[in-house]
């Protein structure tokens, strides 16, 4: 295979129009895995592909793109830097896209490795080039250079080439573009922040954080909401809620939510400012976000009952991330008739309604009624149990008519909640004791779809997986739901059928 390949290469670099011998080369690269790619490429060179590049015929110029792609995979990022950094370089700055996307990533690759990086950290122009990138029109390649670039941080040379040397001044300069291209900027400075606390600290002194923080308040309004979801990204690290509480952000954004009721264009930016809180609560502490921001939580109850269909959304998804701790069922129950009154709500949409809000309803009322083995304390069974009875006089029977609808993701979230009970002594209990209910799981008639089968097969395996079932269900049933689980979640039952032939 070498060998043709090496004929491909000297056939290609002796015509004019080389497209159905690079379409051959493609498909001799392809027929080889890429783990025997590399010996079979070594020793030789492929600048005459890199000098294709140099078309204005956009077929031949990503066929070479699709070719190089597979070849500078199988080599190593030494060997990249070694050999094809020039070309890659060039690359940088072509006029085709794709061929822009392949250099940025490769070059990422390099910038990964300790032995390549040192080539490309000791080049200013190839960096200041793929910072150049994010100013680009097209995403792909603004989104690689970020990626490309964020992997600077994994080193202190990374670091110090980034943000303490000229290459500082080239981000401040792209950063002036417009406001999109900004925000791209400030995307790499908070995957860069993530990473550790000693990369945050160069952000900060970069001064691109107190940049981002001063958007935070200011009057273009839609800027000010994606300002709030970069400092949410932010504070996914503990470095980073811990710089964002010194700053003094938290306070802000509670100080934004009560704020809230009097701008007319808070619809904007309140459902990032109430994700913010509600990742926090589950980082840290529900019961110490909620205590310390008491806004937020007030919130949420207050958006749960709101007409407006995009806040219900944003408050329900809040109300299940709650609810997958014990503490934050335990906040919730604390808020007594309010939470109530927007779990009956939750019932309401669940039941009717338009068919998003309805399948964000049944998820949050799963992880509401979710309690693992070990956290099934007499007391917080009673909560589940008692929060169960408040969607419905007959919640059974309400749950199952919504999973015999015939909306395949409806069916899915209402098996879910069953899901969640099927653990629960109570829960077992009332499937028992529901006319024709345990039959209703054991009928693989329903739900004919891949993720509808899926979610019976899940709830099956609750069901087995409880050391109460065997009990509660009795032996019968006990031993069918064994079947069931065994013969896997797309077993058909054979249907004999009988040929009949009429005689003449």
């Keep these: 295979m070498a060998a043709s390949i090496e004929g491909l290469l000297a056939e290609i670099s002796d015509i004019e129009d080389p497209i159905e011998e690079l379409q051959s080369l493609k498909t001799a690269l392809l027929s080889i895995p890429l783990s025997t790619l590399k010996d079979t490429l070594s020793g030789q060179r492929f600048n005459v592909i890199f000098s294709l590049l140099h078309s204005n015929e956009r077929e031949q110029v990503e066929l070479c793109v699709e070719i190089l792609e597979r070849i500078l995979l199988a080599l190593s990022p030494v060997s990249l830097a070694q050999n094809y950094r020039v070309e890659l370089q060039e690359g940088l700055t072509h006029a085709n896209e794709t061929v822009k996307v392949l250099a940025v990533t490769q070059i990422g690759r390099m910038v990964e490795h300790p032995d390549a990086a040192t080539e490309i950290l000791n080049n200013y122009d190839i960096l200041g080039a793929v910072i150049n990138c994010i100013g680009e029109e097209n995403m792909a390649v603004a989104k690689q250079a970020i990626k490309s670039l964020s992997k600077l941080s994994h080193s202190k040379p990374g670091l110090d080439m980034l943000f303490q040397s000229d290459l500082l001044k080239v981000m401040k300069d792209v950063m002036a573009t417009n406001d999109v291209v900004r925000y791209r900027i400030y995307e790499l400075v908070v995957e860069i922040s993530s990473v550790s606390p000693i990369s945050l600290g160069y952000c900060a002194k970069s001064g691109f954080i107190s940049q981002l923080i001063g958007e935070l308040t200011g009057g273009d309004v839609l800027i000010r909401a994606t300002a709030i979801e970069m400092v949410t990204t ?71 009952l709101d007409p407006d269909a995009a806040m219900i959304g944003v408050a329900l998804d809040t109300l299940g991330l709650l609810g997958t701790t014990v503490e934050g069922k335990q906040v919730l129950q604390k808020a007594g008739e309010r939470f109530k009154t927007v779990l009956t709500r939750m019932s309401q949409l669940a039941s009717a309604g338009a068919t998003e809000l309805r399948v964000r309803s049944l998820d949050a009322i799963s992880q509401l009624l979710t309690l693992q083995p070990e956290e099934q304390t007499e007391d917080l069974l009673a909560l589940t149990e008692s929060w169960f009875h408040l969607l419905s006089n007959q919640p059974m029977e309400m749950i199952r008519n919504i999973s015999t609808q015939p909306f395949p993701e409806l069916h899915c979230g209402a098996l879910q909640i069953f899901t969640a009970i099927a653990t629960q002594l109570w829960g077992q209990k009332l499937m028992i004791s529901t006319p024709s209910f345990m039959e209703f799981v054991l009928d693989r008639s329903m739900g004919l779809t891949k993720d509808a089968k899926d979610a019976k097969f899940e709830l099956v395996g609750s069901l087995v997986g409880s050391s109460t079932a065997a009990d509660v269900l009795g032996s019968q049933y006990y031993i069918r739901l064994k079947t069931y689980l065994r013969e896997g979640p797309y077993y058909v039952t054979a249907v004999a059928t009988v040929a009949t032939e009429r005689a003449e």
């Design 234 to 304: 932010l504070a996914q690290s503990q470095h980073g809620r811990q710089y964002l509480a010194q700053q003094g952000i938290m306070d802000k954004f509670s100080n934004m939510i009560r704020g809230a009721e009097t701008d007319p264009f808070s619809s904007l930016y309140l459902p990032g400012l109430v994700k913010f809180f509600g990742n926090l609560a589950i980082m840290d502490s529900p019961q110490q976000v909620c205590e310390t921001y008491p806004a937020f939580q007030n919130k949420v109850f207050e958006l749960a």
